[in-house]
């Protein structure tokens, strides 16, 4: 089965791409040079109508990313265009980043729940961090008893992680017990929200690269996903099928696991939501033009995974040929 379409990229209108020539007319010219048959553009966006937002959400808004639009179009009439976003859950606070209201005014939602690295949001600080900073809290309220609790807090949450290991170097963080539990426990809390409840029924709604441990390097996401409770995990995948929530299968996160596809722990999960009744859409997660052909290895991730057409989410089905 060739995979012809690609539903998760990033342009200028999101602020982890620094390609400058990744406008939207340059996406769309790349992927008809490639072939495709349909592509969806799915700019990071945190809803205006939703509070809670980190500050780096602040100026991705809905009203932002609708501009991206205006240039949404192309010159081969067989090429379907969607235009989506990607929003946020920050599984460790339980908000969706992204309203029913909001979703209306686009073709498609992909929700991750594994932006990890997005602590305190995504995922708490690791407890042996937080530990650290209560001390500090602690030993600064007794030194400067005039200051108040809202500036010790301020002042010990203020210290990164990097900052509290060179001044206690000694300390050991069980890094792989946390993320692994804080992955696990933030997509079954996804799939109980009662805004993703709806917003499933409003619009197609992708999980974007599910158990990805965004932050990671691959080698250490291949040893982690390999001892995942995969039982738990495909209750979670069985509840999402139910629901009629697709599971993106990411290419970047494909190729940063284990180009070898034999021993690439991340399909070993997809082939559980397979097994479980989940749906599949494809993406390159791409940030620059030239990462749109990263496309080119859904083709062997299909064929390594025995997708059909009837795998394939059916409002993307136009993107697939046998």
């Not at 108040?148 to 017990?177: C, F, R």
């Not at 809390?189 to 999980?207: C, D, G, H, M, Q």
Request: charged letters at 25%; aromatic letters at 10%.
């Amino acid at each position: 089965m060739k995979i012809l379409h690609d539903i998760h990229t990033h342009n200028v209108f999101s602020n982890c791409c620094f390609d400058p020539s990744a406008t939207t007319e340059a996406f769309v010219k790349k992927e008809e040079a490639l072939g495709m048959k349909l592509f969806g553009l799915s700019n990071h966006i945190w809803d205006e109508r939703v509070s809670g937002g980190s500050y780096w959400y602040k100026h991705q808004t809905i009203r932002k990313a609708k501009e991206a639009k205006r240039a949404l179009h192309s010159s081969n009439p067989e090429m379907k265009l969607l235009f989506g976003i990607e929003s946020e859950y920050y599984g460790y606070k339980d908000i969706l980043g992204l309203s029913v209201e909001g979703a209306a005014e686009f073709d498609y939602a992909l929700v991750p729940f594994s932006h990890l690295h997005m602590r305190n949001e995504v995922m708490s600080d690791f407890p042996e961090i937080m530990e650290v900073r209560a001390r500090i809290r602690s030993e600064l309220g007794e030194k400067f008893p005039y200051i108040p609790e809202t500036q010790l807090n301020m002042m010990a949450d203020s210290l990164k992680e990097a900052d509290i290991l060179k001044i206690y170097p000694e300390l050991q963080i069980d890094v792989k017990s946390h993320m692994q539990k804080s992955i696990v426990e933030n997509f079954f809390k996804l799939l109980n929200n009662a805004e993703f409840e709806r917003l499933s029924k409003a619009v197609p709604t992708v999980i974007a690269h599910s158990f990805a441990f965004c932050g990671l390097s691959g080698k250490l996401k291949n040893g982690y996903l390999a001892d995942l409770p995969m039982d738990k995990i495909a209750e979670g995948y069985r509840k999402a099928a139910a629901m009629g929530v697709a599971i993106e299968i990411n290419m970047c996160e494909v190729k940063g696991v284990n180009i070898d596809l034999a021993n690439n722990h991340l399909l070993d999960i997809y082939k559980i939501a397979k097994a479980e009744g989940c749906k599949f859409t494809f993406g390159t997660d791409s940030h620059t033009v030239k990462g749109l052909e990263e496309i080119k290895l859904g083709d062997e991730v299909a064929k390594f995974m025995e997708l059909t057409p009837n795998d394939i989410a059916e409002f993307v089905r136009y993107g697939v040929e046998e």
